[in-house]
């Protein structure tokens, strides 16, 4: 588990910091009462002049003058007390934070003394006093909701996580930044309520305040609780007085009771909680498992599956609900469906397209632009709606009436300004070792400006970026089985030709999908297969498909990792600038294609090629490398990939891998695609689209994998651990099979990279496939033509290390040339 926590604060690497006075009016709860009763309570509460427990005093208080600071003084008095011993935590630690806890408890008595009919929320709980039930929590105290159901100080009930230290010196301010950043994290992705979440550390007096959103996560400047008392008593009042809503809640979501097979006593991760879903004014009952502890999901769309059913329906249909976060300027999936669905409505399919020639081998001398349809006239315009995953509806969730918006409605229109200061969190926030260890000050960041060369890469983190608007969107559709979990050959082929005569009628209406995987592509329970997840679709003409990256990495075009063009036109003048085609799409297609031959048995290989078993073996082992080189699993393009769609000769050598009836019916239709996607992208074809009779081969090359047979492996979860496990003792990165990566959005378009701004590639001009790391695509120099790479001795040991974007140096494991397919 710490090896998850520092994996997530070094991806972070640093937090904005913003001034205590805008966090406490735009990132805490509001107050509940004026600014009278503000005062009459911190009177009442000071009067005695006794002074807040003082780690540095061993827990004990002393007299101080009475004074309430004003707010121009804060950021003045928000400094650390004066150095001096720092007794034991085992025995001050505990006084401490009990004594915080009745001072708590004092406000909520005071205020409810002064105003009266005020609700109390929360109370603040040493987790000392009981065990905690959250399974994962090291913090020391947090405000639970009073009131809660089941067990009192489980994660369910938790609105606030205060973490205590007793010492300041570099190490622990980092190690109680840590915990409480992963406890904000999990929490958000475990709890399918929460919108944000809301945290505190208390490090000796000094106290910051955190604020964890789909979109940032954000700190407050230090103050010490002895001398600014009445922040402290501010913070109480605003936590323990909230609505729901001010602490994080969704109200258009209900935690619903354990099931009966659950007892207290059950490990929380071993809990399937169950809620009531509002969509557009409909309820539903549904579930999600434990959250996928994945750093790189803390922070943006951040979708969210339910497995659903419609409360009070007496029916048996399976749905799915979608929950996630888009930008606010971009238009939700539910809007794109129904544009999509009245295009192909209105689309005159009968006369702009063509029906299919009598002989495949007609589409050479075919001379007309209008597409040849592979349904041609068996459909009409209703029914071709059924190639997609049929949205039922779809609507923005509002809180109090309003859109829940990350900036205009969590944090109440508060923006973040391009220059800012930055708060280390990472394995950067240290400098030096041992007794020369020092604490990294704050740096200041301008996002218009290039990052000051004495910033390191691990300190800059994922903050160093605009802070967008996110809008919260959720959708109800159809259950299907993923592609990915298809065990049947002939099914998944089935699956994909459907699926491909969606992405057809999609260019046909001038639309592109620009995210076409497995886990896009979905089976129904009648044999259907529908294409889903049209969040990315745009119109070909949209100004936004050009210059992005976008989709998911292993079934990702050449030319969109790029982002540029694969044989770039001799003279640039002219020639339009790069962008998003339909050709990307069909790619896409070429890819998973590949990516399903290559899923077969491995028991099935060494039966079928008749090779001797010790032969047999290192095939099975060869055709396991091939594909974890040719499908990364992240944005970088292996010199396997790129060669594979660029030579017939290295296609061919992948190809002999497969059982040989797999490679009879399928290898003659793969390398046509390729040949026809090699042809397409040459400088002169640019401009153009697809041949009008591509999607006819299509058609065709699905058709032939539905009569292989045979089935496919879906890897399982605890070998793909073991195939990730790095060499050394670290513990292994959190589970991704291959396939299942994390898809790339507009978020992840302008990732930092090398230092040339390209992610390292190889180069794929007419010379062949060449290794790039920096962008330049010249050919290689004299000494390097014809030195070749030597292969490790052994094919089960990992690869040699691999350069990788500063995003991907960060937590990502890499696959080992042994990886389970």
Not at 744 to 755: R, S, W
Request: aromatic residues 8%.
């Amino acid at each position: 588990m710490h090896t998850y926590r520092a994996a997530l604060a070094n991806d972070i690497g640093s937090v904005p910091q913003i001034s205590l006075d805008d966090f406490l009016e735009y990132f805490l709860p509001s107050l509940k009462i004026d600014l009278e009763e503000l005062e009459a309570v911190t009177d009442r509460l000071t009067i005695e002049q006794q002074r807040l427990p003082d780690a540095n005093n061993n827990g004990n208080s002393q007299d101080t003058e009475s004074c309430t600071p004003d707010k121009s003084d804060r950021q003045d008095n928000a400094r650390r007390p004066s150095q001096c011993d720092v007794p034991d935590p085992g025995t001050n630690l505990e006084s401490v934070i009990a004594q915080l806890g009745s001072i708590c408890d004092d406000v909520i008595a005071s205020c409810q003394e002064t105003h009266a009919g005020l609700s109390l929320t929360t109370r603040l709980i040493h987790n000392g006093e009981q065990q905690s039930n959250h399974g994962i929590s090291g913090l020391n105290g947090s405000h639970y909701l009073v009131n809660a159901t089941g067990h009192e100080k489980e994660l369910f009930n938790c609105v606030c996580y205060v973490q205590y230290a007793l010492n300041d010196d570099p190490k622990s301010i980092a190690e109680a930044d840590q915990n409480l950043i992963w406890e904000l994290y999990y929490t958000i992705q475990r709890d399918a309520r929460r919108r944000f979440t809301l945290g505190m550390t208390v490090i000796n007096s000094i106290v910051r305040l955190w604020h964890f959103s789909r979109e940032v996560l954000v700190v407050s400047e230090g103050f010490d609780f002895n001398e600014d008392r009445s922040i402290l008593i501010d913070v109480y009042i605003r936590l323990c007085f909230a609505t729901m809503p001010d602490l994080g809640f969704d109200s258009m979501v209900t935690l619903l009771p354990l099931c009966a097979e659950h007892t207290a006593d059950t490990p929380q991760e071993g809990k399937e909680r169950r809620y009531r879903i509002s969509v557009d004014g409909v309820n539903y009952i549904g579930a999600t498992g434990v959250a996928h502890q994945h750093p790189a999901r803390a922070f943006g769309k951040c979708t969210r599956v339910f497995t659903a059913y419609k409360e009070d329906d007496s029916s048996d249909d399976a749905l799915i609900i979608k929950d996630c976060w888009l930008y606010a300027d971009w238009r939700t999936e539910y809007e794109i469906y129904k544009d999509i669905e009245a295009a192909i409505l209105a689309y005159d399919w009968a006369n702009e397209c063509h029906p299919p020639p009598e002989n495949m081998r007609d589409l050479k001398t075919y001379k007309s632009t209008r597409k040849v349809d592979p349904r041609y006239g068996t459909l009409t315009p209703e029914q071709r709606m059924r190639f997609f995953s049929p949205i039922l509806s779809g609507a923005k969730v509002t809180v109090d009436g309003q859109e829940d918006n990350t900036q205009d409605t969590i944090a109440r229109g508060y923006q973040l300004s391009d220059e800012r200061n930055m708060y280390p969190v990472g394995s950067g926030a240290i400098e030096g070792d041992g007794e020369d260890a020092r604490r990294r000050p704050l740096w200041h960041a301008d996002i218009k400006q290039n990052v000051d060369l004495w910033v390191p890469k691990e300190v800059i983190g994922c903050f160093f970026r605009p802070i967008n608007s996110r809008t919260h969107h959720r959708l109800v559709m159809h259950k299907g089985q993923s592609m990915y979990d298809i065990a049947v050959a002939k099914e998944a082929f089935s699956t994909m030709t459907d699926a491909s005569y969606a992405v057809f009628m999609l260019h046909c209406i001038q639309w592109l999908h620009r995210d076409i995987s497995p886990d896009n592509i979905f089976r129904m329970p009648d044999g259907r297969g529908v294409l889903a997840d049209l969040e990315f679709a745009q119109p070909a003409s949209d100004p936004r498909t050009c210059d992005c990256r976008v989709g998911t990495p292993s079934y990702m075009a050449l030319e969109v990792s790029m982002r540029k063009y694969m044989f770039p036109p001799s003279s640039p003048q002219g020639s339009p600038p790069w962008r998003y085609r339909d050709k990307h799409d069909l790619e896409s297609l070429w890819w998973l294609s590949v990516w399903l031959l290559f899923r077969h048995i491995v028991e099935k290989v060494a039966h079928e090629t008749h090779d001797p078993p010790k032969k047999a073996d290192t095939t099975v082992k060869q055709t396991e490398r091939d594909c974890a080189r040719m499908f990364p699993g992240r944005v970088t393009m292996s010199k396997e990939r790129a060669q594979a769609l660029i030579t017939e000769d290295a296609l061919e050598t992948h190809l002999r891998l497969l059982p040989p009836a797999w490679k009879k019916k399928m290898g003659p239709k793969i390398s046509r695609i390729r040949r026809m996607l090699l042809k397409g992208y040459a400088p002169a074809k640019i401009s153009k689209q697809c041949h009008p009779g591509v999607w006819l081969i299509v058609h065709d090359m699905c058709a032939a994998g539905q009569a292989i047979r045979g089935s496919l492996l879906r890897p399982h979860r605890v070998k793909v651990a073991q195939a990730r496990a790095p060499a050394d003792n670290v513990s292994p990165a959190p589970l991704t099979p291959i396939g299942e990566a994390p898809r790339l959005t507009a978020d992840e378009q302008a990732v930092p990279t090398t230092g040339s701004g390209e992610v390292p590639m190889y180069d794929v001009g007419a010379a062949g496939a060449v290794e790039n790391h920096g962008g330049d695509t010249s050919s290689p120099s004299p000494e390097r033509r014809g030195r070749k790479r030597k292969a490790p001795e052994d094919p089960a040991e990992p690869r040699a290390k691999v350069k990788r974007t500063r995003k991907e140096e960060r937590f990502e494991v890499y696959y080992p040339s042994n990886s389970v397919l």
